[in-house]
């Protein structure tokens, strides 16, 4: 593996963003939306007359985590769809960088996005509502470095689908996460669920993250359990991802979709 190589792909990718006022706004105006919305309905919410529990301010964390795993996702599916609506592919398969180059340096430009991004989100958050993402401390590391651990695993399979199928499966790259969504217990404990999908959920690394969330601003502190689960999983999905990734790129170099996803 090459640094010099995936040192330019960063800059390649970096650079799309300084000089595209579009893509800069991208990375704020959902996460914002979002959390501008689920914030107000906090607020509404512990404002009726009947007491709800304070569980309800897990609301604006979850949205805020539920945002690093989306991001990381993003971040090389979307760089990726860069480089085919640039009509860029063949440039970038063609020079001398390997995939794992191409997928490092995904990962480095996203990870600099969502520190960006939760930064302006947990600032909002404070100012707004007096929430304190920093409230969890130190297990506020573990949970983040597991959702864009995720993050990447899923992108990589987006990606790979995007690639064997090409740009007909593009809505693929928003459609996916928000499939996982509704049994990763985002904004709601895994008991919620039907008990015929718990099962289904525990498999998800972020449902062991965001119930791992909800306990230590419980005041119970990091689950051991769920992080455990969570980087278990992890390791699973991301070799599953890697692997999917290549099998993809082989399809489609030998049959030629590469060729074409550069020419579309």
Known sequence: MNWRRISALVLRYTFLYTRSLP???????WPVMDLLVWGFITVYLLRMEHKLPAAI?????????????????????????????????????VAPIRVSEFIVATYIVGFVKILITVA????LAYGLYSWSLFQ???ALIPLFANLL????????????LIMRWG???????WGIPFLIQPLAAVFYP????????????????????????????KGEGLSLHHLGWAFGLNILYLIGGALFFRWMYQLARDKGLLAKLGTQ
């Open 120 to 123: 302006v989100l947990a600032s």
């Open 23 to 29: 893509r800069v706004a991208e990375m704020f105006f």
């Open 190 to 217: 895994l008991d919620v669920l039907p008990a015929w999908l718990q099962p289904i959920a525990r498999t998800i690394p972020a449902t062991h993250v965001f119930e791992g969330m909800r306990a230590v601003l």
């Open 57 to 93: 301010t897990f609301l604006l964390g979850a949205m805020i985590f539920w945002d690093i795993l989306y991001r990381a996702q993003q971040a090389v599916t979307i760089s990726f769809l860069e480089d085919i609506w640039a009509r860029n592919v063949l440039n970038i398969f």
């Open 136 to 138: 969890m401390g130190l």
């Open 167 to 173: 740009q007909s499966a593009e809505a693929l790259a």
């Open 149 to 160: 651990l995720m993050g990447w695993a899923v992108g990589m399979m987006t990606t790979g």
